[in-house]
């Protein structure tokens, strides 16, 4: 008798073999046996008809705080995760000495759109060091794993002091060596891995760079040395790609200094639309010289969610708006939008509406799309605002401007920032199959007032694997293996991703013709009623995690197997 048995499921098992029939059984959290199973078993789900995988791994996300309160870590674990990699772009909640958690805390609001008094109230700091932030994060039950990367900021900040925070100061070689000593002893604890930020986009809530911006080459190569004194790890890193001939060297370096496999995430600019192809050729022959460097890509269009709820639409600079309007609640905000003057105010201020990021996408009607139900990730060009109002003859302003207002201010609409300078997804297939990427940049737990794409797993099978239209797809098998084997290999988890005797019992069974993306909402479930926007998904029929099956049909069974992740994991022998 076995523990749980999985029947006649249509098992693609994550090594990119052809989708086949079988059984899986699972015994003391682990796979005994794939294939024809007499045994019995002390539960059983019957698969017939359904697809089985295994459960998905996301190594990008932010949930650094979030899983100090939330044991569920959704909207991930919706969307069949079972494990998830946190401490990337070089943010995270330790080291910190008690003088410096206000600055994390608006280093994380600013570069990750985590409301500020959410994480003040949810992030208990009970602790310093980044040994006792992994047993702070251990002593709660979760529902699936939970994977941790040592955050270059905290860690700068943390040896350095303020001087940590200026980019006109470098690191003396004793702090670089306190830097490694402090990495070799997460890594020790459990850490998985280094990550840092080279971006001029990620800045603090009061619009500084972050501390890693201006890091010499120098520290980042001594800090990787940490790696060298352990049998695997992790890097990533995110760069703006300015100069690739520095940049790579400084990959190749850190890389040489550790021996551990480094990522770094890669989109399509529409400044630059064909700089990723570069990029990515640099990958390749670095790869061709025996350096392990893979970069981490998007499922869909890196997409901003435009709302009155959200943290950017195209009147949310307008002065009426700021001084007027902003405060108010929904209700009373819907209400005061819809009277003739206001309306006629915001539209005129909105001309003037021009400069930086959030001018630009004021002022891009013809790449703001309504999202619809269910969402459309690839939409075509003549549904965007600019074309819609071209048809109704009326000024695309005057059209977005009612579109906001729709449903009671809570409709949203696409705004695809990146990875979609062609109007279509045929740039993310290719970087789908090129050489060196893997599926990333989901950031679940972070950006909660603009972006929602915790969801990619589900968009990978829901789109790629059955629904697109608008070009070629990608193979069912080829789409699991990326975000489940591939993944979970790339930062050390060899015990995992794959449905075969001596892995992990983390399976998702899955209606797959039923299986649909609902669209985005805005919830004001975060500490302090802090919001953040999710997306929910219907066709899991049950995702389980070691053998406990965790949710069915979508709803939470309260079981909490889920555990810290101490360090990289061995590939499991066969116990059957």
């Not at 045929?426 to 603009?450: F, I, K, Q, Y």
Request: contains cysteine; glycine residues 10%.
């Amino acid at each position: 008798m076995h523990e749980l048995v999985i029947r006649n499921g249509l098992v693609v098992d994550g090594t990119g073999s052809k989708a086949r029939k079988a059984d899986i059984a699972i015994d003391n959290g682990v796979i005994t046996k794939v294939g024809a199973i007499e045994a019995g078993g002390v539960k059983e789900i019957d698969a017939i008809g359904k697809l089985v995988t295994p459960g998905f791994v996301d190594i990008h996300t932010h949930y650094d705080g979030q899983v100090i309160w939330d044991p569920e870590v959704t909207p991930s674990s919706w969307h069949g995760v079972t494990t998830i990699v946190m401490g990337n772009c070089g943010v995270g909640f330790a080291p910190v000495k008690p003088d410096k958690h206000q600055f994390l805390i608006s280093v994380m609001e600013g570069v990750e759109d985590i409301p500020g008094a959410a994480l003040a109230e949810g992030v208990s700091f009970d602790w310093e060091t980044f040994p006792q932030y992994l047993d702070a994060v251990e002593a709660i039950p979760h529902t699936i794993d939970i994977g941790a990367q040592m955050p270059h900021s905290a860690l700068r900040v943390y040896v350095m002091g303020d001087r940590g925070r200026d980019h006109d100061e470098n690191a003396t070689e004793s702090e670089i060596e306190e830097m490694r000593r402090l990495t070799e002893e997460a890594l020790a604890a459990g850490a998985l891995g280094f990550t840092t930020s080279r971006t001029i986009n990620h800045r603090d809530r009061d619009g500084n760079q972050i501390p890693t911006l201006t890091s010499a080459p120098t520290e980042l190569w001594g800090i990787s040395q940490a790696m060298a004194t352990r049998e695997s790890g992790h890097m990533e890193i995110v760069s703006d790609f300015q100069d690739l001939d520095k940049e790579f060297d400084i990959f190749r370096g850190m890389i040489d200094g550790g021996g551990a496999p480094l990522s770094v995430l890669v989109s399509q600019d529409d400044r630059a639309p064909e700089r990723w192809r570069e990029v990515l050729q640099r990958i390749k022959d670095a790869r061709a010289e025996g350096y392990d460097i893979t970069a981490q890509i998007a499922a869909r269009p890196i997409t901003l969610l435009l709302g009155l709820q959200s943290s950017m639409h195209p009147f949310i600079t307008c002065p009426t708006y700021r001084n007027e309007l902003a405060q108010l609640d929904l209700d009373a905000r819907v209400s005061r939008m819809r009277e003739p003057e206001i309306r006629a105010t915001l539209i005129k201020e909105h001309a003037s509406r021009t400069r930086g990021m959030s001018g630009m996408i004021a002022q891009s009607f013809h790449k703001m799309f309504p999202l619809g139900d269910p969402p459309e990730y690839e939409p075509m060009p003549e549904d965007s605002i600019l074309e819609m109002a071209k048809t109704s003859q009326r000024e695309p302003v005057e059209l977005a401007y009612d579109m906001l207002l729709e449903r009671e201010g809570r409709e949203l609409m696409l705004f695809p920032l990146a990875n979609f300078s062609e109007g279509n997804h045929d740039v993310l297939r290719e970087m789908n199959l090129a050489e060196g990427t893997l599926p990333g940049l989901s950031d679940g737990g972070a950006h909660c007032g603009v972006i929602c794409d915790a969801s990619f797993p589900t968009y990978m099978l829901t789109h790629w694997a059955r629904d697109r239209r608008r070009g070629e797809k990608l193979p069912l098998e080829y789409v699991v293996q990326r975000q489940t084997r591939d993944t979970a290999r790339q930062v050390g988890l060899n015990d995992r991703g794959t449905l075969e005797p001596g892995m992990l019992g983390d399976v998702n069974v899955i209606d797959f013709e039923e299986l649909s993306l609902r669209p985005p909402e805005m919830v004001y479930d975060l500490p302090a009623g802090g919001r953040r926007l999710v997306q929910r998904a219907t066709g899991y029929v049950a995702t389980v995690k070691k053998g406990k099956i965790i949710f069915a049909d979508g709803q939470s069974t309260g079981h909490r197997p889920g555990e810290l992740i101490r360090g990289p994991k061995a590939q499991r022998g066969s116990e059957s």
